[in-house]
């Protein structure tokens, strides 16, 4: 049952942290946003009403809403030397190191936003943040392609902002399906927040030492994309092209089952969720919804779900507890919307942000909060006395 929780004083001890903003109970498959479960989110918020409940703690009523996306658009557009950023960097640059770059670049740009005890500078950070990340995403990508960078155009939703600043091109007309924007703010919504995940930590750790906001972030940025976290999608999606075909799931099988192979099947197992990963449904459901609405037939898609059943019915999966979790069909969906590998996780960053962002502000307004220092068990040598080179 989830309810008010009170920490005994042990747990509290050897807590990392105290957080009001996200639960998660990996035995039963539950995450709770400010104790709202992320299926009902999923379904029926949009991510600016996420993004709202993830920074205030309540959801917004609709004046509430409209306010806050109307303050979000105001800062859409990055300065136009930012954009020179992007031309130092070579056309195949992965997507995520461009964003590493330029997030951290912000730095330089915003100094009436850095003062972390500033209430108002604190929050005009976190609106910068999260309004220019589907801007700098958009561009990565509009770089990688050799396509003019499009401005925002803050008619559209946030959603579909992103879409048309990624899609769109200025010779052309571009109009927003309605069922890819709600695709993709879906995602948006399952990736926003996940508690002290390693790149949410990351900036934890960034921010107690008082570091710039933006920089906070792109270290955050730097952490999400290893394959065994943010990363994990990109490489979900490349392990199921390997596969190809469901005649060689055994054979994929086997190799994750074997010690001696670091083979392991991208998208499956969670330091946490030793149950079903709840966005994991969700993402499946919207996979289904993504094909019908783009009539789009991928044969990777029933890969996949081949995958799921045979990997759900083995025994080292079931004793092992690794299910599939929120990369495992992300990958399949963003595809089929348009996206290469490389921006997949470039767009977990995107969602990520604004948990990133809450999970900052809540640590910095912490009274008791003090410089991250994690502590370490010393196995290395005793003291000994120094011997001179040449009587080694
Ligand atoms: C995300 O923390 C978060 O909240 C992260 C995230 C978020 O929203 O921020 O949820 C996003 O990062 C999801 C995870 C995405 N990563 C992947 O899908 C990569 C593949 N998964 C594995 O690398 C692994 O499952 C981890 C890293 C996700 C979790 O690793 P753990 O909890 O440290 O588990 P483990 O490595 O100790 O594995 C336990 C056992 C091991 O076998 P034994 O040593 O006990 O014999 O399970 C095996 C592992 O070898 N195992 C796998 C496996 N994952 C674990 N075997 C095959 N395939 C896998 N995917």
Not at 60 to 80: G, Q
Not at 135 to 154: C, E, H, R, W
Request: glycine residues 8%.
């Amino acid at each position: 049952q989830t309810g008010a929780f009170t920490y005994d004083p042990g747990f509290t001890s050897t807590a990392s942290c105290q957080s009001k903003l996200t639960y998660i109970d990996g035995d039963e498959g539950v995450l709770l946003h400010r104790g709202y479960p992320i299926g009902e989110l999923a379904e029926q918020s949009s991510f600016m009403e996420v993004c709202y409940l993830l920074l205030n703690g309540e959801l917004p009523t609709a004046d509430e809403l409209e306010k806050f996306s109307w303050t979000i658009s105001r800062h859409t557009m990055v300065h136009e030397q930012l954009a020179q950023f992007f031309r130092g960097f070579r056309r195949d640059a992965h997507p995520m190191a461009i964003m590493c770059g330029v997030v951290g670049a912000l730095s330089a740009f915003y100094h009436d936003s850095t003062d972390i005890h500033d209430p108002q500078q604190r929050m005009i950070a976190s609106h910068r943040l999260i309004a220019k990340m589907p801007t700098i995403a958009a561009m990565a990508y509009k770089y990688s392609v050799g396509q003019p960078f499009l401005y925002p155009d803050n008619s559209l939703s946030y959603t579909g902002n992103f879409l048309r600043m990624t899609f769109g091109v200025p010779a052309e007309q571009y109009e927003v399906n309605p069922a890819v924007e709600k695709a993709m703010d879906r995602i948006f919504i399952l990736h926003a927040d996940h508690e002290q995940n390693a790149s949410t930590s990351t900036v934890r750790l960034a921010g107690s030492s008082g570091a710039n906001p933006f920089a906070c972030i792109a270290a955050g940025i730097a952490c999400l994309w290893g394959p065994a976290h943010g990363g994990a999608n990109e490489a979900a999606l490349n392990m199921l092209h390997e596969i190809g075909t469901p005649e060689r799931i055994p054979e994929f099988i086997a190799r994750a089952k074997d010690k001696n192979d670091p083979f392991r099947l991208m998208g499956f197992g969670h330091r946490v969720y030793k149950n079903y990963d709840p966005r994991a449904t969700v993402m499946q459901k919207t996979v289904r919804e993504v094909f019908a609405a783009l009539n789009v037939q991928d044969p990777l898609f029933e890969t996949a779900l081949r995958l799921e059943e045979i990997a759900l019915s083995d025994d080292y999966f079931v004793e092992k507890k690794l299910f599939p979790n929120v990369d495992f069909y992300s990958g399949v969906i963003l595809s089929a919307i348009g996206f290469p590998t490389s921006m997949f996780t470039v767009l977990f960053a995107l969602a990520r942000t604004v948990g990133w962002v809450a999970q900052w502000n809540e640590m910095i307004t912490d009274p008791d909060q003090k410089i991250g220092r994690p502590r370490q068990l010393y196995t290395g040598p005793t003291q000994r006395a120094y011997v001179p080179v040449g009587q080694r």
